[in-house]
Antibody, heavy 121, light 106 residues
């Protein structure tokens, strides 16, 4: 079964850091680009960051540029999001998502269940 | 940055009705457009990519059309299980979602 499982969320104070992980299974991880998407409570979807299969192409939303870093370890079938200088507006459910094909520029066909990040003092 | 604007923001229709949701890009994006369905409390699901290609397993009552700046998602006969919020997404350079359209049953 194709599956993505996020972990690492929690309650964190403003200005602190958190690292999210996404464990992939059921498919050849290094064939696909991967992404992080977030959804604030009661709000819409916001793309956060994406990384190509070989980490050669990386992108960030303006709202997180300079604070968040995406990475992947193909040997461990894992995707990561290092989040620094967290703000209250980063509070959201963070989803890991797979690109629909090997292309970096594609839609997202598989989504994890998400991990909740709450930034509050 | 290219903005994606959906309309309407919400709609209420009867079972069996034809429902159309529109998505407009502030600049041309060719056919780099996807549609997602998110049911309450659930994970988003890819319905359509490349503006009009139905994702495997998605019912044929869903269809997509458009190119350039104007796109539509059509549900040919609304079913109770279609109650959800629908999002468009562009992916020609970066990835941007529309604000969502909430579909309810009248």
């Amino acid at each position: 079964e194709v599956q993505l499982v996020e972990s690492g969320g929690g309650l964190v104070q403003p200005g602190r850091s958190l690292r999210l992980s996404c464990a992939a299974s059921g498919f050849t991880f290094d064939d696909y680009a991967m992404h992080w998407v977030r959804q604030a409570p009661g709000k819409g979807l916001e793309w956060v960051s994406g990384i190509s299969w070989n980490s050669g192409s990386i992108g960030y939303a303006d709202s997180v540029k300079g604070r968040f870093t995406i990475s992947r370890d193909n040997a461990k079938n894992s995707l990561y999001l290092q989040m620094n200088s967290l703000r209250a507006e980063d509070t959201a459910l963070y989803y890991c998502a797979r690109s629909n094909s090997g292309s970096f520029l594609d839609a997202f066909d598989i989504w994890g269940q998400g991990t909740m990040v709450t930034v509050s003092s | 940055d290219i903005q994606m604007t959906q309309s309407p923001s919400s709609l209420s229709a009867s079972v069996g009705d034809r429902v159309t949701i529109t998505c407009r890009a502030s600049q041309g994006i060719s056919n780099y457009l996807a549609w997602y369905q998110q049911k309450p409390g659930k994970v988003p699901k890819l319905l359509i990519y490349a503006a009009s290609t139905l994702q495997s397993g998605v019912p044929s009552r869903f269809s997509g059309s458009g190119s350039g700046t104007d796109f539509t998602l059509t549900i040919s006969s609304l079913q109770p299980e279609d109650v959800a919020t629908y999002y468009c997404q562009k992916y020609n350079s970066e990835w941007t979602f529309g604000q969502g359209t909430k579909v309810e049953i009248k």
